[in-house]
């Protein structure tokens, strides 16, 4: 009797000691997922984007008309990458969300310097559209209109001098805007290229300059 006693405690005691084993398993599975979704939140709150035009588009078919959106949205987090993306769908949000993936595909990097300003004046031009940008000293902002603007605030540049050329159309505006902007360089690739000191192109030294 003293033995069945003895291991009635003991499975008695054995029991909650394993359902607290797959407790603090759960509990682990759980803080690592609610881990690796706030990383993905923090990388998602950094992305922002910006809706610069929603058209309607009609497509003649068999059985009549075709209703769907169009949707160009530029996605940038301001510190140095942006990009423009086109979403179409039946419907708006959809249209969006599908932007918004798009920009995020084709994002540039744009060297960007103390002043919040481009390191040297660049061009782009897409189809009809052709884009002057050029840098400003600190404390005059961004001087552009249309996409453009929206492409250099999301980039992260606040003091700039942009104006538009040729065609008016915001999405061929804003692909040029992301040319000129991709065909900025810095002075130290450009004298990593050369196989130059960096001195060599101020002509004065760094420190200095």
């Known amino acids: 009797m003293a033995e069945r006693k003895t ?38 709150s950094e992305w922002q984007e910006r809706v610069v035009q929603i058209r309607r588009v009609t497509k003649v078919v068999k059985g009549g008309k075709k209703l769907s959106f169009r949707a160009i949205v530029i996605v940038g987090n301001e510190k140095g990458q942006v990009g423009v993306g086109v979403g179409k769908a039946a419907d708006v949000i959809n249209a969006v969300k599908k932007g918004v993936v798009d920009g995020k595909k ?14 040297h004046p660049s061009n782009g031009t897409a189809v009809g559209a052709s884009v002057i940008i050029r840098p400003a000293s600190p404390g005059t902002g961004v001087i552009a209109g249309g996409a453009v603007r929206t492409v250099l605030e999301m980039a992260g540049v606040k003091n700039i001098l942009a104006k538009q050329l040729g065609s008016g159309n915001p999405l061929n505006n804003a692909r040029a805007a992301v040319k000129a902007l991709s065909a900025l360089r810095t002075f130290k690739s450009v004298a990593r290229a050369r196989e130059i000191p960096l001195e060599q192109i101020f002509d004065r030294p760094v420190d200095k300059f």
């Open 106 to 119: 084709h994002l540039i990097t744009v060297p960007l310097t103390k002043a919040s300003s481009i390191p």
């Open 7 to 44: 291991k009635d405690r003991n499975q008695g005691n054995s029991a909650p000691e394993g359902e607290s084993r797959e407790e603090k398993r759960k509990n682990k599975r759980s803080d690592k997922k609610s881990a690796e979704r706030a990383a993905r939140d923090a990388k998602e």
